[in-house]
């Protein structure tokens, strides 16, 4: 038996060793050897980050993908998808460190499931990196990954798409010809054309191409000119003077309400002060006042002291006041986030309930075994009740379109509101949870993207900051700073023509996503009739992948 044992331990000490262990050292080597590529995907994730608010660093886009599509190019799709997420990852982390109010886990876990996208996304570029004009079916599959991921899982979550790091550059005047889509297209094809252009330059084992080098620079830099040649309408058909309330809250954070009351006294308290200011000569009276998303704590339907509280401010402003309350739902389990159109002298009336609302932190999915688990998720007591119709309402001598906090980053409930008639865009929002986070700055940059993209003035209310009027050129005529109570007093204009992108809808983003697929397709289909059977073995061994039977 000591023999046997002697035998067997020489035998596992060869020089070829086991099958297992021979394995386990390739795979070792393979990390090894992709460390510094992982490195780079993710130091370039952090720069697509900065290009984002509050950094705003906009060329760092350009930048951010080309590098991933360097760093992916000539990969098989495994390896481009381990890049992806380790630039997805790092990328993400950054963008929604915000989300580090609720809690670490949160911003983690959000960052990892968006970053899959980012997967699948490195693992299309290295697909198609092997075909002719692969800049341009790069930047296709950018709008692959973000038509997914503004869609999936429950509802999709739009943050951090191109076109919203670029609500202020040279590409923005684009989203009136086809929105964020087109926008991120844009962007994405400026940095795969920038990647084109360095393949190009002279380096280890590549011939110098200056002329070739140079003409992919000058595309990248024409299709980024290109948005000045865009027309965004803005005359405007009529105006509305307009007052929007930031009545600020008592405490920043998950408890931001305080003790009952305490909001809505602020903002009705705000409202009565602009009426003393207008009797005494120093304000000139609005048409329209606008309230935030949450500005009355209470739901004045149920409860008499809210409505009175309401009531009286309306009734001493004078005018038609868009107020944003929680109301109760069909049934107990339910409440619904709601803005309502207050008349000084009728009360409420018209309202718009919101269609989105934001899982985990509106409405807990699988509410019976995730919070026996996530016992912080009984925080959200009641799941909001989506609304079923679009924000159009008649204020005052204004038809808006409202739509409350992050529903501005959905491209469709936007548009809808200005296909029903809006002639003007309210955005209620309570970013209060997350004040001085970075999270309003990006907020209010979807805001402005908006405005170019349906020749709109965006009207943002918020409870704590940043309340905003931004013209339909995208341009913030004014603002307000965070944690502080204020008002703002504009006119602004009230528009009837829609642009371009209106008219098409979604037409651009699924022709552009569509494409992606199909040059991920035929790339996988050319792939297999030039390689004979023989070398897909080989290519699969050298990549640790078992050989197709």
Not at 160 to 169: H, I, M, S, V
Not at 475 to 503: C, F, I, K, N, Y
């Amino acid at each position: 038996m000591p023999v046997t044992q002697e035998r067997s331990g020489a035998a596992s000490e060869t020089p070829g060793g086991t099958p297992r262990q021979g394995r386990a050292a390739r795979a070792l080597a393979k990390v090894r050897a992709g460390l510094p590529r992982t490195g780079l995907a993710a130091l370039a994730g952090l720069l697509l980050a900065l290009a984002f608010p509050p950094y705003d660093l906009w060329p760092l886009s350009l930048l951010g993908v080309a590098a991933l599509s360097l760093l992916t190019r000539g990969r098989t799709a495994r390896q481009g998808a381990w890049t992806g997420f380790a630039f997805g990852l790092p990328f993400f982390l950054m963008l929604l460190s915000w989300l580090r109010v609720v809690g670490w886990d949160a911003t983690i876990g959000l960052s990892v499931v968006e970053a899959l996208f980012l997967a699948a996304l490195g693992a299309g570029l290295a697909v198609t990196s092997r075909l002719p004009g692969w800049a341009l079916w790069g930047a296709c599959l950018w709008i692959t990954q973000e038509w997914a991921r503004d869609r999936l899982p429950l509802g999709g979550f739009p943050w951090g798409r191109l076109a919203f790091a670029n609500t202020a550059t040279p590409f923005t005047p684009l989203a009136a010809l086809g929105g964020a889509p087109l926008v991120t297209f844009a962007v994405a094809l400026s940095g795969t054309l920038l990647a084109w252009a360095v393949l190009r330059l002279p380096g280890r084992g590549r011939a110098v191409r200056p002329a070739a080098a140079a003409a992919g620079g000058l595309g990248a830099v024409a299709v980024m000119l290109a948005g000045f040649l865009v027309p965004v309408p803005t005359a405007p058909a009529d105006t509305v003077k307009v007052a929007v309330i930031q009545g600020n809250v008592p405490n920043p954070g998950m408890d931001f309400l305080g003790r009952p009351m305490m909001v809505l006294n602020n903002h009705a308290a705000a409202t009565e002060k602009l009426a003393d200011d207008i009797r005494a000569g120093r304000a000139e009276k609005p048409d329209i006042v606008i309230w935030p998303e949450n500005s009355s704590d209470l739901d004045p339907f149920s409860d008499p002291l809210a409505y009175r509280r309401i009531d009286e401010a309306v009734k001493a402003i004078g005018v038609p006041t868009l107020v944003g309350t929680l109301v109760d739902g069909p049934d107990e389990q339910h409440v619904q986030n709601e803005g309502i159109v207050w008349d000084p002298k009728t009360g409420p009336g018209a309202s718009y309930t919101k269609q989105h609302p934001v899982p985990f932190g509106e409405y807990v999915p699988f509410r019976d075994q995730l919070s026996k688990v996530i016992t912080r998720l009984q925080r959200v007591a009641r799941d909001f009740y989506p609304g079923d119709h679009n924000g159009v309402m008649q204020l005052g001598p204004a038809r808006i379109g409202d739509v409350i906090c992050f529903e501005v980053a959905y491209d469709e409930i936007v548009r809808d509101t200005v296909e029903q008639g809006a002639r003007v865009l309210v955005v209620q929002t309570n970013n209060a949870t997350y004040a001085k986070t970075g999270q309003p700055e990006q907020q209010l940059a979807m805001s402005r993207l908006r405005a170019v993209e349906h020749g709109r003035a965006v009207l943002i209310a918020a409870t704590s900051g940043i309340s905003a009027v931004i013209a339909p050129d995208g341009t913030v005529v004014q603002r307000t700073e965070e944690l502080t109570a204020a008002e703002l007093s504009a006119t602004v204009p009230l528009r009837d023509g829609t642009t371009v992108a209106d008219h098409l809808g979604a037409v651009p983003e699924w022709t552009l996503a569509v494409a992606g697929l199909l040059a991920c397709g035929g790339a996988v289909l050319l792939g297999r009739r030039r390689r004979p059977s023989g070398d897909r073995q080989d290519a699969a061994r050298a990549d640790g992948t078992p050989a197709a039977g």
